[in-house]
């Protein structure tokens, strides 16, 4: 534990963007999610018309 958290402390960085590209990636599946939502509704929708 005491390694570890001494790396943390040297190279504080390496975990922040190891965060960040979690979050990035987090928000891209989301929004193709909500994306394919969309289209598959308006598809549906046309079907019923």
């Known amino acids: 534990v005491y390694f ?3 790396d943390q402390i040297i ?8 965060d960040g590209r979690i979050i990035v990636i ?3 599946l989301i929004l193709i999610i909500f ?3 969309t289209f598959l509704f308006n598809e549906i929708q046309m079907d019923n018309n």
Request: hydrophobic share 60%.
């Open 11 to 18: 190279n504080p960085s390496t975990s922040l963007v190891v």
């Open 35 to 37: 994306f394919l939502f």
């Open 26 to 28: 987090k928000i891209i």
């Open 4 to 6: 570890f958290d001494l």
